[in-house]
């Protein structure tokens, strides 16, 4: 570690102003470059600073951070809006200095140069007013700390740093309605390398969402090892959390974790992060957790199944038989793929009661929903019951369930097992 590190590190939460200076002057120093760099090497410069702010090496995040300042284009249009890493690096400097070394002098110059800089470039519809907004609550917020002499409680740090954090969150929000996604993903990272352990509630909540939205952000640009990386630190970090807000969070970014676990072939792991879900909610009643419940429960079984699994995959799938009888639509829709599994594989291993139970649920639960989002659903839920039926000895009650799918049923809904149905239906025993 250089001797500038080193300093740094010793006053990493200090107000000494000659220290901090000395740092930025020979962070500009070093930043010097030629205008006109290319926007994938100055993205990759500010990947370097939170992978150092990660660390603790703020000096090194500054000296990172200036370089991508003196890398800004000068002209108008010369990069688009979403490629522009400039207001990135002037933010995550903002935030290092008003967070972790309390310099708000600082803090007031960057601000004031980065509202100057998007000023003087055109074209930014839909990210300069948000990204002004922010930096001005950043600046409101330390020119009142330094009237009031700097000093800051620790619960009065943790308001500012959450109001600051909301801010952060909003514009993302509001680059993604730009169409600026890699500028969003851009404060999503910077926020997570900035504050990767927080201690206060309401820091906890927003930065769970923060790394959800990333990871996702990873998902929709095929990163699929960033994504991967995220939502294992994710569940690092909040994996025993109990907080209402964080816990529906939580569980998409297990649920998350499995779908791209599964894409790798890594099956064992994504039935692992699955079977997390239904270890820490499967029983919940929440409408806000039980569609991600329900989703979790019958992937895990269909996984299993796959794997010829069956008491396993028969256990994932009651799950989804309990919550078929919620009331909420989005949940039952996610139960009711498991109650159909369930009633298929159960005829398949010769349990017909327990098919013909299942398939009933679902016909008894789904039936009175609208038809365009059901017949998926009890189209196979018609045919397993006829089949239980028929199995049982009992083709008069098949019929009118070999009915229903003939009416409603095509190859194109049913495919192979449109021809199936109807070789049966016309198996049965006449109507005497």
């Known amino acids: 570690m250089s001797e500038e590190r080193e300093i740094r590190g010793r006053h990493a939460h200090s107000a000494e102003t000659e220290i901090v200076e000395a740092a930025l002057d020979a962070a500009r120093a070093q930043g010097v470059a030629s205008h006109g760099a290319q926007p994938h090497k100055t993205r990759a410069t500010i990947r370097e600073a939170w992978d150092a702010e990660?660390?603790?090496?703020?000096?090194?995040?500054?000296?990172?951070?200036?370089?991508?300042?003196?890398?800004?284009?000068?002209?108008?249009g010369e990069w688009e809006p979403e490629q522009e890493p400039a207001p990135t690096s002037y933010l995550c400097l903002i935030r290092i200095m008003f967070h972790w070394v309390g310099y708000f002098k600082e803090v007031v110059r960057l601000c004031d140069e980065a509202t100057h800089y998007l000023g003087d470039i055109d074209g930014r519809e839909g990210l300069s007013q948000d990204y002004v907004d922010v930096v001005n609550l950043y600046r409101r917020t330390a020119v009142a700390l330094m009237e009031a002499g700097g000093q800051m409680t620790d619960e009065r740090r943790w308001e500012e740093l959450n109001q600051c954090l909301n801010g952060d969150i909003a514009w993302a929000t509001a680059l993604v309605k730009g169409g600026h996604r890699k500028g969003a993903l851009d404060v999503n990272l910077s926020d997570i390398a900035l504050y990767p352990h927080p201690v206060h509630?309401?820091?906890?909540?927003?930065?769970?969402?923060?790394?959800?939205?990333a990871a996702m952000a990873f998902e929709r640009s095929a990163s699929l090892a960033e994504a991967l990386a995220l939502y294992d630190g994710m569940q690092a970090e909040f994996g025993e959390d109990d907080d209402p807000i964080t816990v529906p969070k939580l569980a998409r970014c297990l649920a998350n974790k499995a779908i791209l676990l599964m894409r790798q072939g890594r099956r064992e792991e994504s039935i692992d992060a699955y079977g997390e879900i239904l270890r820490r909610w499967g029983t919940t009643n929440?409408?806000?957790?039980?569609?991600?419940?329900?989703?979790?429960?019958w992937s895990k079984g269909s996984l299993e199944g796959g794997m010829g699994r069956f008491a396993d995959e028969r256990q994932s799938y009651q799950v989804c038989l309990r919550i078929i009888a919620f009331k909420d639509r989005p949940a039952k829709l996610e139960a009711g793929k498991g109650v159909v599994n369930l009633a298929i594989a159960e005829g398949e291993q010769g349990n017909h009661t327990a098919s013909l139970q299942a398939g009933m649920a679902v016909i008894e639960y789904m039936s009175d929903m609208l038809q365009d989002d059901v017949l998926a659903y009890?189209?196979?839920?018609?045919?397993?019951?006829?089949?239980?039926?028929v199995a049982m000895g009992l083709a008069p009650a098949a019929r009118r369930h070999y009915e229903f799918v003939m009416a409603n049923g095509s190859d194109r809904r049913m495919g192979n097992d449109w021809t199936r149905a109807r070789e049966e239906f016309g198996a049965l025993p006449p109507v005497r």
């Open 286 to 297: 929440d409408p806000a957790m039980s569609r991600t419940v329900a989703e979790a429960a």
């Open 54 to 76: 990660h660390r603790g090496d703020f000096s090194e995040a500054i000296t990172l951070h200036q370089r991508v300042i003196k890398q800004r284009p000068t002209s108008p």
């Open 378 to 389: 009890t189209l196979p839920a018609h045919l397993a019951v006829g089949r239980a039926y």
């Open 201 to 213: 509630e309401l820091t906890r909540r927003l930065l769970a969402g923060v790394m959800l939205d």
